[in-house]
């Protein structure tokens, strides 16, 4: 099920916010010469919210150990293991909504 998370305006493109849909964490991310997506936005790692991730207009990096990923994916660049799962988001009205019920969260094996 979409929920309405935030105004379009809100979102750069090249930068990212963190967003509750369906009392889950999730990133939004613009990435440069790219389109909105919507990722889980708990580190694969730890479980812990990414809400101090940094992102250079691709590259997700976690503050805690450095992993990374590719936002135009969700794919993980460093450790491999560790992807992130997507959900769907559209846009209507300059309104932003996703249903993060889509798609479980993932987690890296421990
Ligand atoms: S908690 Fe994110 S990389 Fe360790």
Not at 52 to 77: K, Q, R, Y
Not at 100 to 105: G, I
Request: glycine share 8%; proline share 7%.
């Amino acid at each position: 099920m979409f929920t309405r998370v935030c105004k379009l305006e809100t979102i750069p493109e090249g930068g990212m916010c963190l967003v509750i849909a369906s009392q889950r964490h999730v990133i939004l991310a613009w990435p440069d010469d790219g389109a909105l997506r919507a990722f889980q936005g708990v580190c694969p790692h730890s479980g812990t919210p990414l809400s101090e991730a940094a992102f250079d207009g691709t590259v997700l990096i976690c503050p805690s150990h450095f992993w990374t990923w590719d936002m135009n994916t969700g794919a993980a660049i460093e450790p491999r293991e560790s992807a992130l799962a997507e959900y769907p988001v559209k846009v209507e009205d300059g309104i932003v909504y996703v249903d993060a019920e889509a798609a479980q969260e993932l987690f890296a094996p421990q």
